[in-house]
Nanobody, 119 residues
Framework: QVQLVESGGGLVQPGGSLRLSCATS????????MAWYRQAPGKQREVVAAIASAITSGGNSTDYADSVKGRFTISRDNAKNTVYLQMNGLRPEDTAVYYC????????WGQGTRVTVSS
């Protein structure tokens, strides 16, 4: 059974930091491209950051939405089957439910973790 379990969300003040984790099981993690998406209330789900698999051309390359470049960092630990999202300099507009995504020939989603940025 495939599982993607996000953790690390919560309430943080503007300017603060959070580190999200997505622990996976049931997939050959190193062969999957991984990404973090978010969905704010009343808005469509959008990709925040992505990291390629080790076997993808440019393996472990990363890409970011313009809105988070320079503030967020995606990384992966293939030994732990886990992908991370380090979020610094958080802003109220970063408030959303953050979802982990694993993509190969099929796509899997986690259940989401809520991030609220508010004073």
């Amino acid at each position: 059974q495939v599982q993607l379990v996000e953790s690390g969300g919560g309430l943080v003040q503007p300017g603060g930091s959070l580190r999200l984790s997505c622990a996976t099981s049931g997939i050959s993690f190193s062969t999957y491209d991984m990404a973090w998406y978010r969905q704010a209330p009343g808005k469509q789900r959008e990709v925040v950051a992505a990291i390629a698999s080790a076997i993808t051309s440019g393996g472990n390359s990363t890409d970011y939405a313009d809105s988070v470049k320079g503030r967020f960092t995606i990384s992966r630990d293939n030994a732990k089957n886990t992908v991370y999202l380090q979020m610094n300099g958080l802003r109220p507009e970063d408030t959303a439910v953050y979802y982990c995504n694993a993509r190969s020939y099929v796509t899997f989603w986690g259940q989401g973790t809520r991030v609220t940025v508010s004073s």
